[in-house]
């Protein structure tokens, strides 16, 4: 089976992305890049009785190249990610509450909160455009270009990183800071970061953290 441990990965962690309660049912989705090859969630599949050989290997054309299933009506908007940026090795996106508020109110995620730097800042918010649309695959990607991390108008959240723990971890701490954006504006609204103390997080944010395994290895 090709990408037998990338495919475990997708399920692990798409079924963390459920019980963490970062989405609901089978909405959200994940992916794992190697090289040409990415690995994603299927469509439709309930998370709890997914397989790693139900997870779909495509190229980044998005041809299939192995998998029975169909795979996930996002799967353009993975795709168009790693086109943009070839840093990114895995890309997430979840439904969950407080974020996806965030996105429903068409309004950018604010720095209310250091933990922002995971997205590097104000976490961006494009308009709403239908699911699994090219237009809403080629609009997040080119927000993703300066971010790693975009909200998507109407819709939900999406985060990428280097590897997928990273991409995972980014999209449970921007959930944090939304949720805290929303009950600091119940109270009147926090003061933000301003440009000074974002600069300080982002380099702060840049030997946070272990080495990737590519960085161990020296690929």
């Known amino acids: 089976m090709l990408l037998a441990e990338e ?18 049912g089978a909405g959200g989705n994940v992916s794992l890049r190697r090289g040409d090859r990415v690995a994603v969630t299927p469509s439709g599949v309930a998370y709890d009785r997914m397989r790693p050989e139900d997870v779909v290997v495509l190229d980044l054309a998005g041809a299939v190249v ?8 996002e799967s353009g ?25 965030v996105a429903c109110l068409r309004r950018p995620l604010p720095p209310v909160h250091y933990l922002i730097g995971y997205a590097g800042g104000t976490v ?12 809403l695959a080629e609009t997040a ?3 993703m270009r300066d971010a790693n991390a975009v909200l998507l108008g109407g819709h ?6 280097p590897e997928i723990a990273r991409a995972f971890d980014t999209a449970e701490q921007i959930e944090f800071v939304a949720e805290l954006y929303y009950r ?18 982002r380099a702060r944010f840049e030997t946070y953290g272990q080495p990737s395994p590519s960085e161990t290895r020296g690929d």
């Open 124 to 135: 961006p918010c494009i308009p709403y455009l239908p699911f699994g649309s090219a237009e």
């Open 7 to 24: 495919r475990a990965l997708v399920v692990r962690y798409a079924q963390l992305m459920a019980k963490r309660g970062l989405t609901r």
């Open 66 to 73: 192995q998998g029975a299933l169909r795979p996930s009506s």
């Open 184 to 201: 600091t504006e119940l109270l009147g609204g926090a003061p933000l970061l301003d440009g000074e103390q974002l600069a300080d997080v």
């Open 77 to 101: 908007m993975h795709l168009a990610c790693y086109r943009s940026r070839a840093d990114l090795g895995a890309v997430v996106h979840t439904h969950s509450i407080f974020a996806t508020v």
């Open 156 to 161: 939900g959240l999406l985060c990428g990183g």
């Open 141 to 143: 990607a080119e927000a």
